[in-house]
């Protein structure tokens, strides 16, 4: 099983790292990392680079294709060569999916119109611009595209795309492997559950 998760510069490293702690686990999977620029690939929090060796137009097809997202994204969704890409491998995946912003470039590709789909919350407008229909759920499938909501949702959708690559025995030993049992110390995950003082504060962290 063939699980491809492509970086660029400026992607949010959980959205990435997060869905490839769990994926790896998945017995029989390979997950392989690839690039818009293959080399020293850096995040959008400035402190971390990743080596990839392999350029993206390498990959003809794959069973999971995994977009992340990121500052990067903006950019990205007018490369038309990489938004080709996503269309031509979501052809022959058996999950199309994405974290976060990841989901624009699912967006830009046209997998994404008359669907109701995922994202960061602070990005539903730009979703919407491609003609899906923001969601503020966590996880939302729809056949063989899943889309995750901001940077640690990714968590879950790896959690949930392991049980349907595999079973839910399996999926629920990956999770206590990993031991992810959140007990976070705020209930402040989600715009709802925030004031608008919260919610401004949040919008100068991207």
């Known amino acids: 099983m063939d699980i491809v998760i492509p970086l660029f510069d400026r992607f949010e490293p959980l959205d990435a790292i997060g869905p490839y702690?769990?994926?790896a686990h998945v017995p029989g999977a390979t997950v392989r990392f690839v690039a818009t620029e293959p080399g020293r690939v850096a995040d959008a929090l400035g402190a971390l680079t990743v080596e990839v060796g392999t350029h993206y137009?390498?990959?003809e097809q794959c069973d999971v294709l995994l977009v992340p997202?990121?500052?990067g994204t903006r950019s990205l969704v007018d490369d038309r060569d990489f938004v080709a890409w996503v269309g031509r491998i979501h052809e022959g995946t058996r999950f199309t999916t994405s974290v976060?912003?990841?989901s624009l470039l699912l967006g830009a590709a046209g997998l994404l119109k008359g669907l109701t789909a995922t994202t960061h919350w602070a990005a539903t407008a730009e979703l919407e611009a491609f003609g899906a229909q923001y969601t503020p759920e966590r996880v939302v499938r729809h056949g063989r595209i899943i889309t995750s909501a901001g940077v640690s949702s990714g968590i879950d959708m790896a959690l949930s795309l392991t049980a349907l690559l595999t079973d839910d025995a399996t999926a629920q030993a990956v999770q206590l492997y990993t031991e992810y049992d959140p007990?976070?110390?705020f209930?402040?995950?989600s715009v709802a559950k925030c004031?608008?003082?919260i919610v401004a504060q949040a919008r100068t962290l991207g």
């Open 57 to 59: 137009a390498e990959v």
């Open 69 to 71: 997202g990121g500052r």
């Open 21 to 23: 702690e769990i994926l």
């Open 183 to 185: 007990m976070p110390p």
């Open 100 to 102: 976060c912003t990841g």
């Open 187 to 189: 209930d402040s995950g």
């Open 195 to 197: 004031t608008p003082e």
